[in-house]
């Protein structure tokens, strides 16, 4: 008997939120709009990017390509 042991593929992406100034082209470039403007301020005055919705995230990491403060992380991982 062979057993399906396919694993799932889940991105993760962490953001610094005291390197970003709010840029948003990190929100406006993730091609599932995962990521959303915080309405807090970080220590700079700044709204800064949230990672909304983890669960569906791909890992495409086109969010940390797009950063100019690069301030976030993305990377894939087996589930």
Same mark, same amino acid.
């Given at each position: 008997m062979v057993r399906n042991t396919k694993k799932k593929i889940k991105g993760k992406v962490v953001i610094d939120t005291e390197l970003c100034k709010g840029c948003k082209y990190c929100a406006i470039s993730c091609p599932k709009g995962l990521i959303s403007i915080d309405k807090k301020f970080n220590s700079k005055g700044y709204f800064p990017a949230l990672f909304a919705h983890p669960e569906k995230c791909t890992g495409c990491a086109i969010c @940390?390509?797009?950063?100019? %403060? !690069? @301030? !976030? %992380?993305a990377w894939k991982e087996e589930r």
């Open positions: @940390a390509y797009m950063c100019p %403060e !690069i @301030a !976030i %992380e």
